[in-house]
């Protein structure tokens, strides 16, 4: 899965897609479907939900900076008296607030996802299970295209380096 | 002006520099990027240099001010800025605060791009593709765990490398510290990663391609069809967004037609 996001660079303050959230879904989510006969509908099912998923995912980033720009203006007051010791509370206070709100982020995405999956499991069916196998070739295929773009661009800035 | 007791820099300190290094974009902001969490990393030095309150805030308010580079990268600014500062405590007439501020703002855009071509754009994509690689070519769980541990020393040799000595060489050569930065030292890197990483990418669509077509020849054609159609979405729109998901419904009803 990780191949679909690789090509994104995260430059400056770039709004970039939460891949890594993302694929964790997507996993957790077919390895909690697992019992179910459609494993094809499972990962379909399943990728949609990830693409949403890091959508949403880099809207909660930008929501945890906005909410480090309010602990900038505590960091300069303790600049301003001196406290070493605010400047570290600030940064703990930073990764945890982190850590909470991409906890919740990524319950409420499983939990979600895992409404979606039960409700259209009632629509899945041997034959609709066959209109899917192409699935992870399509995935794959998406993946290696973004791959060797980002290659191809790697290369050209060492070609052009070079000259 | 007379030069103050000089108060030198332990190695101890540097190792908590580097260990705080780590933190340091738990911080990011939109106002000041990264400046925060550089100053976290910084705050050893300000209990060696500064016992007293007055060149501690100093200090703490000149750090506070806009910074971003390249994460691993930015050991090499903050190697400068103890040698630097340092200086400054000592009270040398050759190192200001103003000079400091202005090599930072010139390091920004070097260690930044130094960084995303080195790491973002050719160490991170290749570790990944050799561990891909290992992973399908293994058919034992033992050894697929291994190809991702080697996915991960792969990675991480140069990272760790990169950040530790970026911090010593940084804090070694000062203002001189372009000296460190030149393009030689970081193309060996990038390209004993090219020369493994093209291989072992061209392998993997070739392994790839010959079990969809061992499964099903028709496979092939969704796997190279995809690559082509999400690429063409892409150019259009430049969205990652649009070219996974338009790709993916154009195949979904491509097969409930053809399937």
Not at chain 1, 6 to 16: A, C, D, K, N, Q
Not at chain 2, 94 to 102: G, K, M, Y
Not at chain 2, 152 to 174: A, S, V
Request: net charge positive; proline share 4%.
């Amino acid at each position: 899965m990780q191949l679909l996001w690789l090509h994104i660079i995260p430059v400056g303050s770039i709004v970039f897609p939460e891949g890594n959230i993302a694929s964790m879904i997507i996993c957790a989510i077919v390895v909690l479907f697992e019992e179910l006969p459609y494993p094809n509908l499972v990962f379909t099912t399943a990728v949609m939900i990830g693409i949403f998923v890091s959508y949403a995912g880099a809207w909660v980033t930008v929501l945890d900076r906005k909410i480090n720009g309010s602990f900038l203006k505590f960091a300069q007051k303790s600049a301003q008296r001196g406290k070493m010791i605010q400047i570290n509370l600030i940064e703990a206070v930073s990764i945890i607030i982190y850590f909470l709100i991409m906890t919740v982020f990524v319950f409420v995405c499983l939990h979600l996802g895992s409404i979606a999956l039960k409700f259209l499991g009632t629509y899945f069916s041997p034959a609709l299970e066959q209109k899917v196998i192409m699935i992870k070739p399509v995935i794959f295929g998406i993946g290696i295209m973004f791959t060797i773009q980002l290659i191809f661009k790697s290369v050209k800035k060492k070609i052009a380096a070079k000259s | 002006m007379p030069e103050k007791e000089t108060k030198h820099i332990r190695k101890i300190d540097i190792l908590k520099v580097f260990l705080r290094s780590f933190f340091l974009q738990s911080v990011w902001n939109y106002k000041s990027l990264i400046s925060i969490g550089f100053e976290s990393c910084l705050l050893p030095i300000v209990k060696r240099l500064y016992p007293d309150i007055e060149p501690r805030r100093e200090f703490l308010q000149r750090h506070l001010k806009f910074f971003n580079c390249h994460p691993y990268l930015a050991s090499y600014a903050l190697g400068v800025s103890i040698r630097l500062e340092e200086g400054i405590a000592a009270g040398s007439e050759e190192t200001t605060a103003r000079q400091l501020s202005r090599v930072k703002d010139l390091l920004i855009p070097t260690l930044g791009a130094k960084g995303d071509q080195l790491f973002w754009l050719t160490i991170r994509p290749f570790s990944l593709i050799l561990g891909v690689l290992g992973v399908f070519i293994f058919d034992a769980i033992a050894l697929k765990v291994a190809a991702l541990l080697a996915t991960f020393i792969i990675y991480n040799i140069p990272h760790f490398y990169i950040r530790y000595n970026g911090l010593i060489e940084g804090y070694k050569f000062g203002l001189d510290v372009y000296k460190c930065l030149t393009n030689d030292r970081f193309s060996r890197l990038e390209k004993i990663y090219l020369y493994f990483g093209i291989p072992a990418l061209a392998t993997f669509i070739f392994l790839l391609a010959w079990s969809f077509f061992q499964d099903e020849p028709s496979r092939i054609l969704f796997f190279s069809g995809a690559a082509i159609y999400s690429w063409m979405i892409y150019k259009i729109s430049n969205n990652f967004y649009y070219a996974t998901f338009f790709t993916i419904i154009f195949f979904l009803v491509v097969s409930f037609f053809f399937l």
